[in-house]
């Protein structure tokens, strides 16, 4: 299986290969990008909640030895907090059933810095000012754990001691202990509404760490949503997580989360997480060396006739009507958006060029792609099997060089296929493309 490598060092080399930065500007250590994410609320215990019964906690993963983070500790507290999951119980609320999963959502990562990893880190165009003495203070072949100091001029303001200072990237937060509860139904229905995934926590990774969707919260002109597996590329750590109010997160494929369930595509992937409504997500991989394939297309601005573009080359100066239905054609926009060939300037103060591909409203479901079946999932980023019914699929696509690069809508979604209630973690169903949380206050 030669596939499996970090997805970190292979985009990075995919992004500067397509992507070359232009100009550098000044650091800020505001990042807002996540940081605006508001996390759903923790759902209110409803009449009818049996109090919890522990059993198996199946694919979770559960801290039964006490194992505290090396590097993270409690707020105001000399305590180093407990990873993984805390515990996992069946409950009943309104005559439905969930498992109940209780973490801190602080993972506990080992990583091993390989070669590529470390060129990685070397060739991040900002690596002059992103490390404190401009390089990593790892070599190749160091294991490093979660929150360790890897010489990153991490985010001052959040980061001291006590918080990982040195493992993340300038700009996000640092994680802190979120103590979040979710629940996900057991026996998980089809959806027969549209709803939209939406910032914040949408489900948790078998961890307890949150699963974000593709916003990163940024909207360009008021039209065009980036993508934070894109334009955040350079504003997750080492294992592609970053902390948004305290609360760490991934919104793409993890090694560190394959390592962690111990998936190296020589089958069909293990389930790495669980969305609200109740359905898995597994890992990209639907047999031996065989990825799941995302039926999301990438629109065709640069060839005037396509039915996807705008009538000019390289011109952003229409939408598709319905990104789910391209056959509905297209609608011009009062003003145009940025070309194929424009710059866009991160939060982080990194240089993108935005070609096709640079924000969601560049993607649209190619159903024919989906009516393929096998590996070709639908319109949620999921199908069935008769082992596993209804399921989620990572979805990332392999190289020339034989690395995983993350590909929209890269964990599950848009909408979710599942019904959402009362008690899930998302609550609300959402038209809004990319729309807020529900208002709460900031975790921890
Ligand atoms: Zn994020
Ligand atoms: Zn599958």
């Known amino acids: 299986m030669q596939v499996k490598e970090s997805l970190l060092f292979p985009r990075q080399r995919w992004r500067c290969a397509i992507l070359p930065v232009v100009i550098w500007t000044l650091f800020t250590t505001s990042l807002p990008g996540c940081d605006q994410d508001d996390p759903s609320p923790p759902p209110e215990d409803g009449s009818g909640d049996d109090g919890g019964d522990s059993g198996d906690s199946g694919p979770w993963i559960l801290n039964t030895t006490g194992a505290r983070a090396p590097y993270i500790y409690e ?23 969930y ?31 992103d490390f404190v003495g401009g390089n990593p203070t790892v070599q190749v072949g160091d294991n490093v754990l979660f929150g360790q100091d890897i010489g990153y001029s991490s985010n001052s303001r959040s980061c001291d001691t006590g918080a990982g200072y040195g493992f993340w990237p300038p700009g996000p937060v640092c994680p802190e202990n979120v103590s979040h509860q979710g629940y996900f139904p057991q026996e998980p229905e089809i959806s ?15 961890n307890g760490t949150s699963i974000y969707q593709w916003s990163d919260g940024q909207i360009l002109d008021g039209t065009w949503h980036t993508l934070a597996p894109v334009a955040e590329v350079y504003d997750v750590d080492i294992c592609g997580g970053h902390a948004a109010r305290g609360e760490y997160h991934h ?56 039915p996807s573009g705008c009538g000019i080359a390289g011109e952003r100066r229409c939408l598709l009507i319905d990104e789910y239905d391209i056959n509905q054609g297209i609608a011009a926009l009062a003003s145009n958006g940025p070309s194929t060939s424009d710059t866009f300037t991160s939060l982080s103060g990194n240089i993108f060029i935005t070609e096709s591909g640079f924000f969601y409203e560049d993607y649209y479901w190619n159903q024919d792609l989906t009516a ?33 690069i993350p590909a929209f809508p890269y964990t599950f ?26 208002p709460g206050p900031p975790p921890g």
């Open 75 to 97: 707020t105001n507290s000399n305590a180093q907090v407990l990873v993984n999951v805390q515990s996992v119980e069946a409950v009943t609320v309104e005559n439905k059933r």
């Open 99 to 129: 498992t109940r999963v209780s973490a801190t959502g602080i993972p506990d990562y080992k990583i091993v810095i390989t070669g590529n990893l470390y060129d990685w880190l070397i060739n991040r165009p900002r690596a002059a000012t």
């Open 192 to 206: 027969n509404e549209r709803c939209e995934s939406v910032l914040g926590a949408q489900g948790y990774w078998v």
């Open 251 to 306: 919104h793409f494929y993890s090694d560190c989360l394959a390592d962690l369930v111990g998936d190296n595509g020589d089958s069909h992937s293990p389930i790495y997480g669980f969305t609200a409504d109740g359905y898995a997500i597994h890992g990209p991989w639907v047999a031996n060396g065989e990825l799941a394939k995302s039926s999301w297309a990438i629109r065709d601005y640069d060839d005037p006739d396509s």
């Open 372 to 404: 393929l079946g096998g590996a070709n999932l639908d319109q949620f980023n999921g199908h069935s099997d008769s082992e596993r019914g209804y399921h989620y699929h990572l979805t990332v696509t392999l190289n020339e060089a034989g690395q995983l």
């Open 413 to 438: 979604g848009p909408r979710f296929y599942g019904k959402l209630d009362d008690q899930t973690i998302v609550s609300v169903c959402s038209d809004e493309v990319g729309g807020g949380a529900p």
